[in-house]
């Protein structure tokens, strides 16, 4: 197989290749090969001036490490610099002949990086090749630990001598990069901050804390699908929430939550979709829909939920970091969109699942990931958004007769294998939110609270839920006891008590 023609592009779907440069690797074979994935970020170019600057889209290499120009040079490349893409390598794979790639194996039969290559064509397609085995030689690794998160006991394949450590099956693997911003969050070390923080905090004021959290989070889920649940039906999925981790995950599992979550059952269809989905609006005029998110297929859903689960279960055994894992196995189960109704809540719920089998969260505490996503609202949406959006441009569809759609193309691939390295960054920030902030916010409210409670006791024979009361006639007011609190509720203080009240609570709780 001998040198490609060079085909020069400026622009590679709408994101413009720097001038006077060259796709190289993964880039150059979603171009060569008119590949319809995504477009990875970032992707490799060779610039042919020094110097030129890199983007967060393009890294740009100078041409003396201009990898060459055939299919082999640009694999090779790829799996060296940019580590494994598994939504490009599944569809290359399905696209160049297989004689192909039997050339480049038995080019180089012992090379580190072409028994890479074998094994994950192998791995991927289901396909054995006409190569013999490897013989002895040392293994390599599928996954470059330095690049990407992999696992760290994967079986060794003695047929190509790779050491399997991708953390996931063909049926569901993405994966996550080592980028800086996940590693920086890594260093922190948040399990142990966030024990360290409860070790600070009376064991009595941390329950209380931990059931206001936890609440908290229940209610902030609900707030994210713009609902506002009862109280009744906000603590049934708080405590489903706190059982998070207890029993083994499994698809007659997800269905029971989501009975729990949809509550009145009687306009929602219950249990695995049986028609198509989508997300987004309908025209005002046709009815029509107008996806922003176009759902997994029903004949697609059982296998895909049945890889997220071995996913999760491999993952974890295999030591990746636990935060990664549940952004991985959450954001892929929103993304596949299993259900007619309830999606984001148990997506949300996966995350606290994960945590909490992998001992994450200190005993007793759930970390109030909803209440942080919901502060950080458009950065989630636009998580979510970097996946759906450039799919829709692949995905093809009918509307139905009821303003469904209908997905008349394959599409199972684009949720198997995609990039959870934005949802792993995002998801980080998140939890380092909720140690650093929330649970000392929480912490430091109820000793600032006993303590004007306890004040306000000592002051006037005063039962719990009228100083309750009367604290929340101040937070509401700014500190200062309204008119119409001083003449109703509270008509039997004088002025002096209402003045010492106020300024207790501005001790506590204004000029802190």
């Known amino acids: 197989m001998g040198e490609q023609n060079t085909h020069r592009v400026n622009v590679f779907g709408e994101r413009p290749l720097p001038a006077r440069s060259r796709a190289v690797g993964y880039a150059a074979l979603i171009d060569r090969f008119d590949l319809r994935v995504p477009l990875p970020r970032p992707m490799s170019a060779v610039a042919e001036q020094r110097h030129q600057v890199s983007t967060d889209e393009w890294v740009l290499i100078e041409p003396r490490q201009d990898p060459g120009n055939t299919l082999q040079d640009h694999l090779e490349f790829a799996l060296r610099r940019e580590g494994v893409r598994l939504s490009v390598l599944n569809q290359l794979f399905q696209t160049v002949p ?27 397609t289901g396909r054995r090749l006409d190569v013999p085995d490897a013989g002895k030689v040392g293994a390599a ?8 998160f992999a696992i760290d006991n994967g079986e060794i394949s003695t047929r190509h001598r790779v050491l399997n450590n991708l953390p996931g099956t063909p049926s569901f693997c993405p994966l996550v990069y080592k980028t800086d911003v996940v590693e920086a969050f890594l260093k922190q070390n948040l399990p142990a901050r966030a024990r360290q923080e ?22 902030s889920s609900f707030q994210i699908e713009g609902e506002a649940p009862s109280n009744q039906r906000a603590r049934r999925w708080a405590q489903a929430i706190g ?14 939550l989501q009975q729990i979550v949809i509550g009145d059952a009687r306009f929602v269809q219950l249990g695995l979709r049986r028609d198509g989905g989508f997300i987004g609006q309908h025209d005002r005029a046709t009815g029509e829909p107008i996806p922003e998110h176009i759902s997994a297929r029903p004949q697609d859903l059982e296998d895909l939920l049945d890889g997220l689960i071995a996913y999760a279960d491999r993952s974890l055994a295999g030591g990746i970091e636990p935060v990664v894992t549940a952004a991985a196995v ?17 997506h ?11 001992d994450y969260n200190p005993p007793g505490i759930v970390f109030p990931i909803s209440s942080a996503i919901l502060r950080r609202i458009d950065a989630y949406k636009s998580v979510l958004g970097d996946f759906s959006k450039p799919l829709l441009r692949f995905i093809e569809w009918l509307p139905t007769t009821d303003n469904n759609v209908d997905v008349t193309s394959e599409t199972a691939d684009y949720y198997r294998f995609f990039d959870a390295t934005g949802p792993a960054e995002f998801l980080l920030a998140c939890v380092e939110q909720t140690i650093t902030h929330d649970l000392p916010d929480e912490t430091t409210f109820l000793q600032r609270y006993d303590h004007f409670a306890s004040s306000v006791q000592r002051m006037l024979e005063m039962p719990d839920r009228t100083v309750n009361l009367l604290h929340r006639f101040l937070q509401q007011n700014g500190g200062t006891l309204s008119r119409r609190a001083r003449e109703r509720e509270f008509e039997r203080l004088s002025d002096s008590e209402v003045e010492q009240i106020e300024h207790l609570y501005a001790t506590q709780f204004l000029d802190a």
């Open 330 to 346: 959450a954001f892929g189960f929103v993304f596949i969109h299993p259900f007619a109704d309830g999606n984001g809540r148990l």
């Open 243 to 256: 059982e998070a981790g207890s029993v083994r995950l499994s698809v007659p599992e997800l269905e029971r």
């Open 141 to 148: 690794p599928a996954l470059d630990p330095g690049i990407q």
């Open 98 to 124: 297989e004689r192909d790639i039997v050339e480049i194996v038995l080019a180089k039969p012992t090379g580190r990086h072409t028994r890479r290559l074998w094994f994950l064509y192998e791995w991927l």
């Open 198 to 219: 409860i070790g600070r905090v009376h064991p009595d004021i941390m329950a209380r804390a931990a059931a206001f959290l936890l609440l908290g989070d229940s209610r």
């Open 348 to 358: 949300r719920w996966l995350i606290h699942h994960l945590l909490a089998r992998a």
